[in-house]
């Protein structure tokens, strides 16, 4: 049969037939259930490895193993359900972030996903030789051209070898941004605006190393329009998270689906993290709470985030989404992208993926009535 389809690409070795991420969301949201359903309809399914150990018998005591042997079943439960692409998001703020790559690359996952930190020190597990030989790619996430040209400068210079590629994620994302509080309505740092800034910044590389560097633009798509929008400015394709959790396959609970559903506009709020990053989510009572000063008593026996400053944070950030994501938002609250309040219903992933295909093509060809694309 043939089906209309975005354009696909090759990264190396690999063909992606739908240029869909489906972004890394944490503490279990997006899990092997969610990453196989996007695979599978020909999109990158991706597992976020943050606090999957959390119900390995051993975690309070060997917390970087658990989470690595967790990460590591996740990957394989993904496999047994999908042939197609499996990545793993992995914050460069957790302690534990060597630990997790290798665990990720030791499963042969086809993406690293790196962000909330510039990805530029490996562990000694992995010398320059081995990041230019390992099949699984590696992209980092950044929020500015600028941090683009950090890591591809950095990673030039010390391992003679460049990331596969890009996503950008600007200041509309859910969960934590790359900004500062002031820059999140600042126009300067749109979407639209980074989108060609991080393509101009790589070109020279894809020159020097002869290879081409996908950008994924990230952050308030909603529909196939905004799609070819935003890869008519340079894009190669996309990271969305917030539709992907209002399918039926996402791994968090029905709960956790339905605040999204019962989100409205007003709702939508930006909080500062205890991990020091300002993040969007739907506002509640747990949040006006903090908000109020109201603390959640906490003991950290790991520090799964370096950059959290656990003696003064007000509560767990670790427990109190792991909390929403099992369904019980009094004790949390539900991270989420600034539209999330036009979310009316929960289908199934495949049903989402047509539905964005579908308005990618209706775009393409108002724009190009003899453009019509499709796949084989
Ligand atoms: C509930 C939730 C959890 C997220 N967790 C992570 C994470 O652990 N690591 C990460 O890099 N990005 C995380 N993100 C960001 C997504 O991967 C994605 O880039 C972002 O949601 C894109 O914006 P959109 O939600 O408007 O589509 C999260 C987003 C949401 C909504």
């Not at 003679?160 to 500062?180: M, R, W, Y």
């Not at 394709?237 to 992907?244: A, E, L």
């Not at 539900?334 to 990618?360: C, D, Q």
Request: proline fraction near 6%; hydrophobic fraction near 40%; glycine fraction near 10%.
């Amino acid at each position: 049969m043939i089906k209309p389809t975005i354009p696909g690409l090759n990264i190396g070795d690999i063909t992606i037939p739908v240029p869909i991420i489906q972004g890394g969301m944490g503490v279990g949201i997006s899990g092997a259930g969610l990453a196989s359903a996007v695979a599978n309809e020909g999109g990158i399914g991706v597992i976020s490895a943050v606090g999957l150990g959390l119900n390995e018998p051993d975690f309070k005591t060997h917390f970087k193993e658990a989470n690595k042997r967790a990460l590591q079943k996740e990957i394989r439960k993904a496999r047994e359900k999908t042939s197609g692409l499996i990545g793993v998001n992995i914050m460069v703020a957790l302690s534990d972030y060597d630990n997790l790559i290798e665990g990720a690359v030791e499963e042969n996952a086809d993406f690293l996903f790196l962000g909330a930190g510039l990805p530029l020190k490996f562990s000694e597990a992995f010398p320059p030789e081995r990041l230019r030989s390992m099949s699984t790619k590696v992209i980092p996430i950044v929020s500015s051209a600028k941090a683009a040209k950090v890591i591809f400068n950095f990673w030039e210079k010390r391992f003679q070898h460049i990331p596969d590629g890009v996503v950008v994620e600007g200041p509309l994302a859910g969960g934590h941004l790359g900004f500062k509080p002031e820059q999140i309505d600042d126009p300067a740092h749109a979407l639209e605006k980074l989108v060609p800034e991080v393509v101009t910044e790589l070109q020279p590389y894809e020159q020097a190393f002869g290879k081409q560097l996908p950008v994924f633009a990230g952050g308030g798509l909603y529909t196939g329009q905004d799609i070819f929008n935003i890869m008519q400015l340079g894009a190669r394709g996309v990271q969305m998270g917030t539709r992907f959790v209002a399918t039926d396959e996402c791994d968090a609970d029905i709960r956790f689906k339905q605040a999204y559903i019962q989100s409205e506009k007003k709702d939508v709020t930006i909080i500062q993290s205890p991990v020091g990053l300002p993040g969007r989510a739907i506002r509640n009572q747990f949040l006006d709470d903090v908000s109020a000063g109201i603390k959640t008593p906490f003991q950290c026996p790991w520090k799964c985030l370096r950059t959290c400053d656990f003696q003064e944070a007000p509560y767990c950030i670790a427990v109190a989404l792991t909390q929403a994501k099992d369904g019980h938002l009094q004790n949390g609250f539900a991270f989420a992208g600034a539209n999330v309040w036009r979310i009316k219903e929960i289908v199934p992933v495949r049903t989402l993926m047509n539905t964005l295909i579908a308005e990618y093509q209706e775009a393409a060809q108002a724009r190009h009535p003899a453009n019509h694309v499709y796949s084989r």
